[in-house]
């Protein structure tokens, strides 16, 4: 809105300057209505002419302080004695008369049927336009209403026609109240140029669908501004900001003008910091060197203070229900996949972050940790490293137990009561060395307390009398041929047997036949495939086990034909010599010379064999024992 001195204004008019000037105000103050009278628009020359189809109980336009002028972006009030020009309801209707008797209770209507169809324009009285070019229009208003059904918008008579010149935006909300605006400057059509006849309006229309939205609409500080070409300050219109929004550049329609108020950089573009203006409605100015000056209120909203709220607790049980909610602003989103208000199972220890929006769109965050702690109760647990010992032998007990920052052991390592036990009790977690000096079955009991309650648990351990048992065994051969027999005799010492267990191929060479035994023996086994035999005998004489081993080596003992001749090229009637070379202990040897003299002969040496006639001769040597026969031709 532009703001201007009547004497200046005055002034400016009779020199015939050039410079941007008003020539028409309207505060609708000239005529102080009483309260509560609901003073038709007449009181200050303003008219309203209905535009036909209204029903019985139509809105009606009233001028008072019902609904008071405030600086834009101010909430609506009432009674501060600055008339506005609004739309309210009549008494005559039922419905609107218990909500408001006067029918004028400020920009309020009444929508409830048929009978309250409004069609209806408030109009100026006419406006002398002569001598006044590029004429344009500013205003303060409020307007809400049910969308396009129910609306205002602003009109123009050019002294012919009445013309829509603008749809007037929605004002919004101060919570229930309307907000004061500042209309973005309307310009007037070229007709208005130097025209005697012009009139503005405002028309207001509700279909009577029985849905209502008030605020409906008010009006004030209507300003009809010529603006010569050359000069004009008209800012565009900026904010509300919130209090942590980035500055901004202001524009207007003309440049090279001086941009002052609070938080302003005066340049080329007057650049508005937010932070530097801090919270508070600033009024911005913008003079040109021609004398053209315009002004705004730019609104800077401070940030909402957000609260982060858990709700039983902040500190919860494993897969206990907490509800988060923000405070301090109107929409909250939360990180974690947390919904506002909404029950969710706590599964893990987290921080949630909450960001709060108000009525401003302004944000801020919040932040509250969920500890989430292992509340079941702990599991007794514990190992001992034997469960069956000899009188004064010792077992170590463990403590594998289970919780949530165990504070107490209580160990029994006698808990039948049977004695001779050193000790007997302990009260740490351990490990425990614990020595038994009397034989016995005893139970042994731990238990465990943690910040969620006790468990214990119990086991035996078997304390008996034992021999000095040695288990041994003796052989008949260490080394023996594929086939032959070996005879093992029981040799255990220090104790009577009750079991004996033989295992005569314990590493599964696969020839021992048999391979185990169940009695003392002796035991004659006979082994059939080389390789290296573990014997394994285990006694128990009825308390203790023991066990001893030992290996048998079985080679193959077949032998094998083998020899070498003096000479293998000889004239005729030459002889040659047959050396054995053979391995495996032969028993007998066949030689075979055919074509020579002798031609056979047995044993180990055959002598000098004699060859009377040219040619090629093959030798044969067959030896034999009692693990095989084996032959080779040369």
Not at 370 to 389: G, R
Not at 421 to 446: C, K, M, R
């Amino acid at each position: 809105m532009k703001l201007r001195s009547l004497v200046l204004i005055t002034a400016l008019f009779l020199t015939g300057a050039l410079n941007a000037q008003v020539f028409y105000t309207e505060g609708f103050d000239g005529t102080p209505c009483a309260a509560g009278s609901g003073c038709d628009p007449s009181i200050v020359s303003w008219t309203r002419v209905s535009q036909g189809g209204e029903g019985a109980n139509a809105n009606r336009w009233y001028v008072s302080d019902t609904e008071s002028g405030v600086l834009p972006p101010g909430c609506g009030v009432g009674g501060t004695g600055n008339q506005t020009l609004h739309v309210g309801n009549v008494s005559t209707s039922a419905a609107a008369f218990l909500f408001c008797p006067t029918g004028d209770c400020g920009a309020a209507y009444d929508d409830s049927g048929p009978a309250e169809i409004t069609n209806s324009r408030a109009e100026s009285p006419v406006i002398n336009c002569t001598g006044q070019t590029n004429i344009t229009v500013d205003f303060n208003y409020i307007e809400n209403g049910q969308g396009a059904l129910d609306d205002c918008s602003f009109w123009y008579f050019d002294g012919a026609t009445w013309a829509n010149v603008d749809p007037i935006a929605k004002s919004g909300l101060c919570g229930a109240q309307g907000q004061w605006t500042a209309v973005t400057t309307i310009n007037l059509p070229a007709s208005a140029d130097n025209n005697p006849n012009v009139q503005i309006g405002f028309l207001w229309v509700n279909n009577g669908d029985g849905t209502a939205a008030d605020p409906s609409a008010a009006i004030d500080d209507i300003t009809l501004t010529s603006n010569p070409a050359g000069c004009d300050a008209t800012i565009t219109q900026a904010g509300p900001f919130c209090a942590d929004a980035p500055s901004t550049n202001l524009t207007a329609a003309q440049g090279g003008g001086t941009w002052t108020g609070t938080g302003i950089t005066n340049g080329a573009l007057g650049t508005f910091d937010p932070a530097t203006a801090g919270g508070g409605n600033h009024v911005i100015t913008y003079t040109l060197g021609c004398g053209d000056v315009d002004t705004m209120t730019i609104a800077v909203n401070a940030l909402p203070t957000i609260t982060a709220n858990a709700a039983p607790a902040t500190t919860v049980c494993n897969g206990d229900m907490v509800t988060l909610t923000g405070g301090g602003a109107t929409s909250y989103t939360w990180t974690g996949g947390v919904t506002d208000g909404v029950a969710f199972a706590a599964g893990a220890t987290t921080n949630y972050i909450v960001t709060g929006t108000d009525g401003n769109g302004c944000i801020d965050t919040s932040s509250v940790t969920i500890t989430v702690n292992n509340c079941s109760q702990p599991t007794a647990s514990f190992t001992p490293d034997s469960i069956t010992i000899c009188v004064g032998g010792n077992i170590l007990f463990t403590d594998n137990s289970t919780g949530t920052g165990i504070t107490t052991w209580v160990w029994d390592f006698d808990f039948t009561g049977l004695g001779g036990v050193v000790p007997a009790t302990a009260n740490t977690q351990g490990p425990h060395n614990v020595t038994y000096n009397t034989p016995g079955t005893y139970s042994v009991n731990l238990s465990v307390t943690d910040a969620n309650g006790t468990d214990d648990t119990t086991i035996v351990v078997n304390v008996v009398t034992c021999s000095s048992i040695s288990a041994g065994f003796t052989t008949s051969s260490s080394t023996i041929c594929a086939g032959d027999s070996v005879v093992f005799t029981d040799a255990t010492t220090g104790g009577t047997p009750t079991i004996w267990q033989w295992d005569f191929d314990l590493t599964a060479v696969g020839g021992a036949t048999p391979s185990t035994a169940i009695n003392q023996g002796p035991h004659t086994i006979f082994f059939n495939t080389p390789g290296t035999y573990t014997v394994q005998l285990i006694v128990f004489d009825g308390a203790v086990f023991d066990t001893t081993s030992n290996t048998i080596t079985v080679n193959d003992c077949s032998p094998t034909a083998n020899f070498s001749a003096s000479q293998t090229t000889l004239c005729e009637t030459d002889c040659i010599t047959f050396t054995d070379l053979s391995t495996g202990t032969p028993t007998s040897y066949s030689w075979s010379f055919p074509g020579g003299t002798p031609a056979t002969a047995t044993g180990s040496n055959p002598g000098s064999i004699c060859y009377a006639t040219s040619g090629n001769y093959n030798v044969t040597l067959t030896v034999t024992n009692q693990y095989g026969v084996d032959s080779l031709v040369m």
